[in-house]
């Protein structure tokens, strides 16, 4: 599984942005595709999940702001970030995980707010 991310950039606070992250290859296997976020000098921490049947999990500090969605015909996963806040600034990777347990990373894009 192949996995590439797009739509990070330079936002103001209180702005909107959208990741979105496409997937390749043995896509059939995915179970589960999420976004995960790493500030500098942080340990990368988990933002949103979904599975492909849709179901949902997020941490609680964008909930409300963030919607995480799937295109399971286009098999890409996207997440629309609202109100935007300096705090979440970071480098985003999306995560595919598969049926058989395998976790697969894509390169990260990086988002930035600035106050």
């Known amino acids: 599984v192949q996995l590439q991310a797009s739509g990070g950039g330079l936002v103001q606070a209180g702005g909107s942005l959208r990741l979105s992250c496409a997937a390749s290859?043995?896509?059939?296997?995915?179970?589960?595709m999420g976004w995960y976020r790493q500030a500098p000098g942080k340990q990368r921490d988990l933002v949103a999940t979904i599975t492909t049947s849709g179901s949902t999990n997020y941490t609680d500090s964008v909930k409300g702001r963030f919607t995480i969605s799937i295109d399971n015909a286009k098999n890409t996963v996207y997440l629309q970030m609202n109100s935007l806040k300096p705090e979440d600034t970071a480098v985003y990777y999306c995560?595919?995980?598969?049926?058989?347990?395998?976790?697969?990373w894509g390169k990260g894009t990086l988002v930035t707010v600035s106050s």
């Open positions: 290859g043995s896509t059939f296997r995915i179970k589960d």
């Open positions: 995560n595919a995980v598969t049926m058989w347990g395998g976790s697969y």
